[in-house]
């Protein structure tokens, strides 16, 4: 499959707006996440989904691009109190709303989906893209799904292309492909481990 899309040497991690890389977590402050930068960095994220390349994939991409906006919202309406992600949500759950709180625990659930399969797909060189989602829609959003969003889901995993036209359509290289998702990966499970363990504190709890 031919990847003009990039130029030599390039690949789909080279087009992002902003890098999981490159966001901002700040040891000093108990890993406190920068959100903006987070928030482009989900943004990008999405973008991935297109090339997944499936209109069952928009159920998927709608619920991440929602949960964005929710988060970027109470940003704007406060941005002193949302410097980062956690002080977003202990400042929104001291007015006694939750509206950006649980985006952001969705939108966690969201990247957590989308980290493990990739990883899963990584780790597992000869399962196909669609074994990979569904192993990790039922370790991640399966369990927090209605009866009703499961089959909209499940339909998303079976649409998946083939292993090898993912992967060239990230990048004419397969190995620089899998060396720059790797290290994209790397950084986004460090991001979505920090937020899981913040979530699941009570100080964000509503």
């Keep these: 499959m031919a990847t003009s899309a990039y130029p030599p040497g ?3 991690f080279d087009t992002l707006k902003q890098s999981f890389v490159d966001v901002p977590v700040d040891k000093t402050k108990d890993d406190a996440v920068s959100t903006t930068e987070f928030l482009a960095a989900a943004e990008s994220l999405v973008t991935l989904f297109d090339v997944l390349g499936s209109a069952a994939f928009t159920p998927v991409k709608s619920d991440m691009t929602g949960n964005i906006r929710k ?17 977003l949500v202990v400042n929104e759950l001291k007015t006694k709303k939750h509206v950006a709180t649980e985006g952001l625990l969705w939108l966690t659930r969201g990247l957590d989906f989308t980290a493990q399969a990739l990883r899963h797909n990584l780790a597992n060189s000869s399962d196909e893209l669609s074994t990979s989602f569904r192993a990790s ?3 991640t959003l399966k369990p927090h799904h209605s009866m ?6 499940s339909a998303a995993m079976s649409a998946t292309p083939y292993r090898k036209d993912f992967y060239a359509k990230l990048g004419e290289d397969v190995e620089v492909v899998k060396t720059e998702l790797e290290r994209w990966l790397e950084a986004l499970e460090m991001v979505v481990g920090v ?3 913040f979530l699941a504190r009570k100080e964000a709890k509503w």
């Design 10 to 12: 390039k690949t789909f």
């Design 71 to 87: 988060i970027r919202e109470r940003q704007l309406a406060a941005p002193a109190d949302s410097e980062t992600l956690q002080e």
């Design 137 to 139: 829609y039922a370790n």
């Design 148 to 153: 009703f969003v499961k089959p909209i889901f």
């Design 195 to 197: 937020l899981k363990e």
